[in-house]
């Protein structure tokens, strides 16, 4: 028996059947760090890279891979988001992305919430590599999700999160 929800009986690769599940409201959270040299943060901090507004162009980066992450991972369902959101922090040594997608549909929005993370920090590497190319993207994962079948989900350490 195939417990393999992307492979039919066959073996074959197959979008999930998603028509059958109720709509309710998802939302995810997704979380990744960018370590960079102090003259990268600097310079990103300062708005000084020559590229522009480094965290400006991010965020429109990682909103706009969020909306197309059906167009990027094969087999994921296309969804009207409602919302995402990209937010940056700086750290000692490296810039925190956090991105959160929500909708009402009958399928998750994980994929999103990490797709926009992900090509928010390589938006990152991109316009501060002139500074640095030694910079390392890490940890980029799930940090909470609500909605669906499976309910409330949070990764450790992150209980409180969404409350």
Known sequence: ?????????????????????????????????????????????????????????????????GKKTADLIPLCHPLGLDAMEVAFAFEDDAISCTASATLAARTGVEMEAMTAVSVALLTIYDMAKAVDRGMVISAVRLIAKDGGKSGRWRAAGHEDLMA
Not at 8 to 37: E, F, N, P, Q
């Open 1 to 65: 028996m195939n417990t393999l929800t992307h492979l039919d009986a066959s073996g074959a690769a197959r979008m999930v059947d998603v028509s059958g599940k109720d709509v309710t409201r998802r939302t995810a959270v997704a979380r990744g760090h960018i370590t960079l040299s102090p003259a990268a943060l600097d310079a990103i901090r300062a708005g000084t890279m020559r590229k522009g507004d480094v965290l400006a162009t991010a965020r429109i980066a990682g909103i706009m891979a």
